[in-house]
Antibody, heavy 121, light 110 residues
Framework: QVQLVESGGGVVQPGGSLRLSCTASGFIFRTYSMHWVRQAPGKGLEWVGVISSDGSKKYYADSVKGQFVISRDNSRDTLYLQMNSLKPEDTAVYSC??????????????WGHGTLVTVSS | QTVVTQEPSFSVSPGGTVTLTCGLSSGSVSTNNYPSWYQQTPGQAPRTLIYTTNTRSSGVPDRFSGSILDNKAALTITGAQADDESHYYCALLLDSGISLFGGGTKLTVL
């Protein structure tokens, strides 16, 4: 079945960096755009960004633009999120989600269960 | 800065009907924003309910329906059940290519 598993979370000091991974299985990864979404403790969902199937197009939320970079390795069926200059407000569960749509249409399905990133000294 | 608005909370009686809405601070929501809806219970990954305004995701009961009402995206639950008690989030696609989630609605069934 379609599965997304995130890894790489942990505790990092303010100003530090972290790279998250999302390993996909059960579908042809290279044919789908992929998203990162985060959820701060007790808060709602926040879209982080998206990367196209071939990695040529990327869009980011204003809150992370210039700070986070999304990439992918289609040979490894893996999506990445490089997070730099981390701040306490970046503390959240980070989840990846597949975009089943083609063209401009967009939705998120399925979702991984996420990995927790805590930014604290 | 554009914000997606949802009712923070809503209550419905078992068997009742409730409509949750999803608005855009910058103007009207249309089908071109490709509204989608997600259900999330604590500790779980979100579950897709509705996409492209009114298409039910696989396995979603037909008591869930999506529409555009009064320039907002809407999720209607007809015949609410106890296990519909959950958080509901909408997502909209903006012309810039950015997606935005609403703040979520906590639905209570009592």
């Amino acid at each position: 079945q379609v599965q997304l598993v995130e890894s790489g979370g942990g505790v990092v000091q303010p100003g530090g960096s972290l790279r998250l991974s999302c390993t996909a299985s059960g579908f042809i990864f290279r044919t789908y755009s992929m998203h990162w979404v985060r959820q701060a403790p007790g808060k709602g969902l926040e879209w982080v960004g998206v990367i196209s199937s071939d990695g040529s197009k990327k869009y980011y939320a204003d809150s992370v633009k210039g700070q986070f970079v999304i990439s992918r390795d289609n040979s490894r069926d893996t999506l990445y999120l490089q997070m730099n200059s981390l701040k306490p407000e970046d503390t959240a569960v980070y989840s990846c989600a597949r975009d089943p749509a083609a063209g401009r249409v967009r939705w998120f399905d399925p979702w991984g269960h996420g990995t927790l990133v805590t930014v604290s000294s | 800065q554009t914000v997606v608005t949802q009712e923070p909370s809503f209550s419905v009686s078992p068997g009742g009907t409730v409509t949750l809405t999803c608005g855009l601070s910058s103007g009207s929501v249309s089908t071109n924003n490709y509204p989608s809806w997600y259900q999330q219970t604590p500790g779980q990954a979100p579950r897709t309910l509705i996409y492209t305004t009114n298409t039910r995701s696989s396995g979603v009961p037909d008591r869930f329906s999506g529409s555009i009402l009064d320039n907002k995206a809407a999720l209607t639950i007809t015949g609410a059940q106890a296990d519909d008690e959950s958080h509901y989030y909408c997502a909209l696609l903006l012309d810039s290519g950015i997606s935005l989630f609403g703040g979520g609605t906590k639905l209570t069934v009592l």
